[in-house]
């Protein structure tokens, strides 16, 4: 019996990454890949495989991950949403799915991806979701001064600096499109737009960022640590506890819906 035409959808994917090995599948511990290709493969009475737009490492969170893949079994957008989320643990869930056309491409057709890190600064230790987020002693930062080191990042630049030791990147070059520091009482968000990003690349800068703000390290210093571009110059990168990967933009052909979900809204 022929089998039907295979179809491409497109869906978000949000997950809390704590305990998993990362996005990517791996041998030796569980990953968030797995468990989203086995729950969609339920819906779909079929092996499915999934493609995403950036490979999250251990420990990092996703509010806004995109992932496509195939069916040549008709599923609404309702079906892969529901029961996709029904068959996954509890920190993980699909946010939205959307037929696509051929062309899209989760990795290839993204413009950019948005990366938000959340800090708490204060001496005393969280008892609400410690790893949501990352604690600091520190108990005040530079925030001008945070402010100031990253706009020295804004534009397409080198960043072996804040490039990860086994990172199998073909060019440390990348073009860091928006980068913004803000506060709101003892909790910081550190927000970073690029079309790529490298191997542990923003712990590595927000590593930097907060010797920057607690003033270990001076302004000049830290350009002159960017600039260089040596790894072993700069400051221990921060933990992944902060990270999410919140947005990934595709051009407005692709008709993907282009709204922050409400877990993110939630932790502002």
């Known amino acids: ?52 737009a950036g490979r999250t490492d251990t420990g990092v ?5 995109i992932i496509h893949f195939e069916s040549n079994y008709s599923r609404t957008a309702r079906n892969w949403v529901r029961g996709g989320s029904s068959n996954l643990p509890n920190n993980i869930r699909i946010c939205w799915a959307k037929e696509v056309s051929g062309e899209f491409h989760a990795r ?21 979701a410690p790893q949501a987020i990352t604690q600091t002693r520190i108990e005040q930062l530079d925030l001008t001064q945070v402010q100031s080191g990253l706009d020295l990042l804004i534009g397409r630049h080198d960043f072996s600096a804040f ?10 070059i990348r073009e860091v499109q928006y980068a913004k520091v803000s506060q709101s009482g003892k909790l910081i968000e550190i ?22 703000g607690s003033g270990v390290l001076s302004l000049e210093e830290f350009e002159s640590i960017f600039l260089g571009r040596d790894r072993t110059k700069a400051p221990a990168a921060a933990s992944p506890n902060g990270l999410y990967l919140s947005r990934v933009e595709y051009p407005s052909e692709f008709e993907l819906p282009d709204l922050e979900n409400e877990l993110w809204l939630g932790l502002r």
């Not at 969170?61 to 991950?65: F, N, R």
């Not at 890190?117 to 609400?128: E, F, G, N, P, V």
């Not at 490039?163 to 440390?172: E, F, I, T, Y």
């Open 61 to 65: 969170h996703a509010t806004g991950q």
């Open 108 to 128: 290839f057709s993204a413009l950019s991806r948005t990366y938000k890190y959340l800090l708490l600064c204060s001496k005393q230790r969280t008892a609400i």
């Open 191 to 212: 927000e970073i737009r690029a079309n790529a990003f490298l191997l542990h690349m923003v712990r590595n800068i927000v590593g930097a960022l907060l010797s920057l």
């Open 163 to 172: 490039r990860g030791a086994s990172c199998q990147a073909k060019s440390p």
């Open 1 to 52: 019996m022929e089998q039907p035409p295979l179809t491409k959808y497109a869906a978000c994917v949000e997950y809390d990454g704590h305990n998993y090995c990362g996005w990517q599948r791996q041998d030796h511990s569980p990953s968030v890949q797995v468990k989203v290709e086995e729950a969609l493969s339920v819906v779909a009475n079929h092996p499915v495989e999934v493609v995403c």
